[in-house]
């Protein structure tokens, strides 16, 4: 299941198609809100904290469905509503709204000061009042987004208590996975408040795998052809996740024998990039400083997985153009090549895949995938464990070896950077890019 992710700007278009009017739209945000932080906390006494806007207005909603079940709730505000909505939701309110300046804390915060309208930090004396009033909390449940975080970009525009529960109303926004933002919302779930979703933009969910034919041989599982560098150790990780990445056939082109490699993985002195078997070409993972393997890659017309120091070495994103490519670079061998592109990291990585025509996977702790056609896919939380040399290497083995039986190339690589952080979580802390490979 993917689920879609939608812009501040694409939020308000989809409200505004709904087949019900915004204040029932409000009416189910509030009550969802409610329900969820009742369900999360129990039965505490509660503070919410309401904005001007209409994530203010999901608040007093949700403070009178905390009311009804039962619940010791107070609603602070720091502005008169400003909108009809959040007015008509203030005026259903009918317990006292205090001051949020001298409001006295209560263990559940529940955060409804601002939601996708934010447009500046807040300012220095709100933000720490905020501040103050989380710390003194048990638990800080956020509607829609934790108030300081930008929907489109993910940036903290001011200090952000991280959330324990952030309840997204109606669709994900993009700061619900991207960083720095995501680390901020706790425990992520999703309110349906009857609005269509639809998007190009999307979370990656599970992937759905080609099967093996009852009948499959080695080649028409896939063959992954890779190309090694100077680096042995890298291809090693590259070549033994593509195995155990369900592809047929894993060869490596080297000028000398490689001790690390498995058993599995057939070793050549000679490129044989014609081969008309190979489902996909792998260049890149302990490439060095050697441009030419970059060179003969290209000339091929396998669909090709092109990582680590063959990115660098692309030059033009241009010179891509026509081949049949996934990239993979991390933020510095994104800049290496795209040079430092205007907009938010999804914008980025989007622009990215339109200039060289090829599948971008943007990788970090909030890892992207950009089609040439629009399509992005946003991936889930991975564990930052992850972070640790060679990690990479595996991922463009995975998606060498999903491209290479038969997945296209978006879906390969959104099927590969999911698998990878599932790898992750089971391989636990302590893990190696080795390790990795046991929990494909
Ligand atoms: N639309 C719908 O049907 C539904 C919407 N829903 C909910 O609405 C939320 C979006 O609501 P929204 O668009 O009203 O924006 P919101 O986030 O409340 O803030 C805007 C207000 O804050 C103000 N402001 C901004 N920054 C500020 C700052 N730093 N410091 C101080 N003030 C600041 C800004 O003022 P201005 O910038 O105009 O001066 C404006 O008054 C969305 O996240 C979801 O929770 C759900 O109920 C479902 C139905
Ligand atoms: N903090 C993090 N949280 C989750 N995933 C991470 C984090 N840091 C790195 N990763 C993932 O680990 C991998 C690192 O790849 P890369 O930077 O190419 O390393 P290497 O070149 O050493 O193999 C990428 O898939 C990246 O998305
Ligand atoms: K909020």
Redesign the pocket.
């Known amino acids: 299941m993917s689920r879609p992710i939608l812009t501040a700007a694409a939020m ?1 278009r989809a ?1 505004a198609a709904a087949p019900v009017g ?1 204040d029932l ?2 009416e189910r ?2 009550q969802s809100l409610a329900e969820a932080a009742l369900r999360f906390a129990g039965p505490m006494p509660a503070l919410v904290l309401c ?8 608040g007093y909603v949700a403070a009178r469905h905390l009311a009804k079940l039962g619940l010791d709730v107070r609603v602070a505000t720091l502005a008169e509503p ?2 009809d ?2 007015r008509a939701a203030r005026e259903q309110w009918t317990g006292r709204v205090e001051a949020l300046a001298t409001a006295e804390p209560a263990p559940l915060l529940i955060d ?1 000061l ?10 220095a004396s ?1 933000a720490s009042r905020f501040k103050a009033l989380a710390a003194s909390a048990s638990l800080l449940v956020a ?3 934790p108030s300081g975080v930008e929907a489109d970009s993910g940036a903290l ?2 200090d952000v208590p991280a959330a324990d529960l952030t309840l997204a ?2 669709a994900l926004k993009p700061a619900h996975r991207l960083m720095p933002a995501m680390a901020r919302m706790g425990r992520l779930v999703l309110a349906d ?1 009857g609005i269509a979703a639809d998007s190009q933009w999307h979370e990656i969910g599970a992937p759905v795998l080609p099967a093996i034919a009852a009948d499959a041989h080695k080649y028409s599982r896939g063959l992954v052809h890779a190309l090694a560098g100077t680096m042995p150790g890298a291809i090693a990780l590259s070549a033994g996740a593509a195995a155990r990445s369900g592809a047929g056939y894993v060869r490596v082109s080297t000028s000398k024998p490689i001790a690390a490699l498995p058993l599995a993985v057939v070793q050549t002195g000679d490129a044989k990039l014609s081969d008309p078997r190979i489902g996909c070409l792998l260049v890149g993972p302990g490439m060095g400083d050697l441009p030419q393997l970059l060179t003969l890659a290209l000339t091929s017309h396998a669909p090709k997985v092109i990582d680590a120091d063959a990115i660098r070495h692309v030059g033009e994103p241009a010179r891509l153009k026509g081949q049949d490519a996934i990239l993979t670079p991390h933020a510095g061998e994104f800049s290496a090549l795209f040079g430092e592109l205007p907009g938010t990291k999804a914008e980025q990585a989007l622009a990215a895949a339109e200039a060289s025509g090829a599948v971008i996977v943007f990788k970090g702790a909030d890892t992207l995938v950009a089609a040439p056609d629009g399509r992005l896919g946003f991936a889930p939380p991975a564990p930052a464990w992850l972070a640790t040399a060679g990690t990479g290497d595996v991922l463009a083995g995975i998606i060498a070896a999903l491209r290479a039986r038969g997945m296209p190339a978006f879906e390969a690589a959104c099927a590969g950077v999911w698998l990878h952080g599932r790898a992750a979580e089971r391989a636990g802390p302590t893990m190696t890019a080795d390790d990795l490979l046991a929990h494909l």
């Open positions: 308000r409200e915004l739209l409000m945000a509030g904005g001007p806007g209409n994530n203010g207005g999901d400003a909108t909505l959040a409804c601002f939601g996708t309208g934010l447009k500046r930090g807040l300012e709100l509607a829609d987004l525009l001011s109303f109606g408040i």
